[in-house]
């Protein structure tokens, strides 16, 4: 009895590992695709991020706020992959850097959290998908002080 039990304990040991393996970085790229297209918040100031694929490990993206018909505030982002870690990046208007956060937290590819310590304001960019048409992000410190939410809609 003994010997029988061993085999398949083995196997199920097998079965356990190779299901609990974390996905690698093409694959939890692929999860951000859900990104794509346009949101947009309705209240007050119109803040919009429009995202589209530059390639299998890039994401490109814009965000701006417009207040009436002026544009108050744009800036290019980027997801993309970098030995098998996934960063985002913001680079706003006016400038001469651009900065970067490491995906540091996924959940059931709808909840990214990307980390900049060094960074003085953010620390942390949230992404979480509510359902398919309402996204809320969120930026705060790691203390979690300074937090700001917004609720955004896809709009295309």
Same mark, same amino acid.
């Given at each position: 009895?003994?010997?029988?039990?061993?085999?398949?304990?083995g196997l199920l040991s097998l079965l356990l590992s190779i299901s609990c393996q974390s996905p690698n970085s093409s694959e939890r790229i692929g999860e951000?695709?859900?990104?794509?297209?346009?949101?947009?918040?309705?209240d007050g100031t119109i803040f919009?991020?429009?995202?589209?694929?530059? &390639?299998?490990?890039?994401l490109s993206g814009m965000g701006f706020s417009n207040y009436? =018909?002026? #544009?108050?505030?744009k800036e290019s982002l980027k997801i993309f992959t970098l030995r098998d870690n996934i960063?985002?990046?913001?680079n706003i208007k006016g400038h001469d850097h651009e900065v970067v956060f490491r995906l540091e937290?996924?959940?059931?590819g709808r909840y990214w959290k990307f980390v900049n310590p060094?960074?003085?304001?953010? &620390?942390?960019i949230e992404y979480r998908l509510l359902d398919d048409?309402?996204?809320? =992000?969120? #930026?705060?410190?790691?203390?979690?002080?300074?937090?700001?939410t917004f609720l955004m809609k896809k709009i295309k």
């Open positions: 009895m003994k010997i029988a039990i061993l085999p398949v304990l951000l695709r859900v990104l794509l297209g346009t949101w947009e918040t309705s919009t991020e429009h995202w589209n694929v530059v &390639n299998d490990s890039i009436g =018909t002026d #544009t108050v505030f960063y985002y990046s913001a937290k996924t959940g059931n060094d960074h003085d304001y953010p &620390n942390i048409s309402t996204l809320e =992000t969120r #930026t705060s410190t790691l203390a979690g002080t300074k937090e700001k």
